[in-house]
């Protein structure tokens, strides 16, 4: 490990609540809380902690947004279940309709039957 990821390390081990994603800020919070003579080293060590800083905020975003996708997608196929196991209106309306067609066909079908009879009788 070179130089600047170890004093990083070293300096986010102890103070990585107080460094946001701001290099500005985060160069003044290292001037605070140590000593670093070369302003090239200080600036490279300010860099490495705002891009590991804005690094681990991306991947916790990424988390989350999977995590909430996860649980959508399971409420829509929760939702779709539940509906397609519960008849909608549309479908009781089609079934009373069926329903109410076939007992007309069965009272037609009867006075049919009856008619022939009738005849039959008359025939005979």
Known sequence: MDRIKRISYEVLDKYKSRFGEDFADNKKILNEVSIVRSKSLKNKITGYITRYIKKEI???????????????????????????????????????????????????????????ETIEEKTD
């Open 58 to 116: 991306r991947e916790e975003k990424s988390k989350k947004e999977q995590i909430t996708s996860t649980q959508s997608e399971e409420s829509v196929e929760k939702q779709v279940q539940s509906e397609t196991s519960e008849p909608t209106t549309t479908e009781e309306t089609i079934t009373e309709t069926i329903e109410e067609k076939t007992e007309t066909i069965e009272e037609k079908t009867e006075t049919i039957e009856e008619k022939t």
